[in-house]
């Protein structure tokens, strides 16, 4: 059965960091990406950051540009979310999916596979 389990997050200050993890299971891994999403509370979930298939090379939201930081463990089939200098609108449910690597477009329907996501509060 295909898995993704995210874990890491928690309750940080503002200006702390977190370190995001996605564990991937029961996929084959080199057939996709991994992306993350986030979910404020009252708003719609929107994309954090997106893998390049070219060059593996990632995109950022403008919102966490110079602040956060996708990797990934290729031997663990993990893919981790680096989250610095964070801020109170960072506060969200934080959301991995995985998409094939021939998918180019980031429409949250080409996702076949959903985390359970992971809380993520920042206080001011």
């Known amino acids: 059965e295909a898995q993704l389990v995210e874990s890491g997050g928690g309750l940080v200050q503002a200006g702390g960091s977190l370190r995001l993890s996605c564990a991937a299971s029961g996929i084959t891994w080199d057939e996709y990406v991994i992306d993350w999403f986030r979910q404020a509370p009252g708003k719609e979930r929107e994309g954090v950051s997106f893998m390049s298939t070219s060059d593996g090379g990632a995109s950022y939201a403008d919102s966490v540009k110079g602040r956060f930081t996708v990797s990934s463990d290729n031997d663990k089939n993990t893919v981790y979310l680096q989250m610095t200098s964070l801020k109170p609108e960072d506060t969200a449910v934080y959301y991995c999916?995985?998409?094939?690597?021939?998918?180019?477009?980031?429409?949250?329907?080409?996702?076949?596979?959903w985390g359970q996501g992971t809380q993520v509060t920042v206080s001011s």
């Open positions: 999916a995985a998409r094939p690597v021939w998918v180019l477009i980031h429409d949250e329907n080409v996702y076949d596979y």
